[in-house]
């Protein structure tokens, strides 16, 4: 990945309400209504950044039915590789604060 777009990604990660979006995405697909639940922001809040996440390639949508399911872009390697890391990070953190 370029130092720009890992920049890029980082600016994106920078933000907390789509760093709490993204760690949400590692798994299983979730819908809008999933995320927002999961997150506690609105469902306006919610779509607002899942669409930027989209924009720069890191989230993608699969229809189901009526609803979409977003997932982190696994074609996207180099920021999914790097979004693990951070997630690593934060969850050694909150394991040794606990």
């Known amino acids: 990945m370029s130092t720009q777009k890992t920049a890029q990604v980082l600016k994106m990660l920078g933000n907390a309400h789509c760093l709490c979006i993204m760690l ?3 798994g299983e697909g979730k ?3 999933n995320l927002s639940e999961a997150t506690g922001l609105s469902p306006a809040t919610v779509t607002y950044y899942v669409n930027r996440l989209r924009q720069r390639n890191l989230v ?3 229809r189901q039915g009526h609803q979409v399911s977003y997932s982190a ?3 996207n390697t180099d920021a999914l590789a790097l ?3 951070v997630a690593a990070l934060y969850c ?3 394991a040794s604060a606990s």
Do not use: I, M
Request: hydrophobic residues 35%.
């Open 24 to 26: 949400r995405l590692l």
């Open 31 to 33: 819908t809008l209504e």
């Open 60 to 62: 993608k949508g699969e």
């Open 73 to 75: 872009n696994a074609e």
């Open 83 to 85: 979004l693990q890391s």
């Open 92 to 94: 050694e953190q909150a």
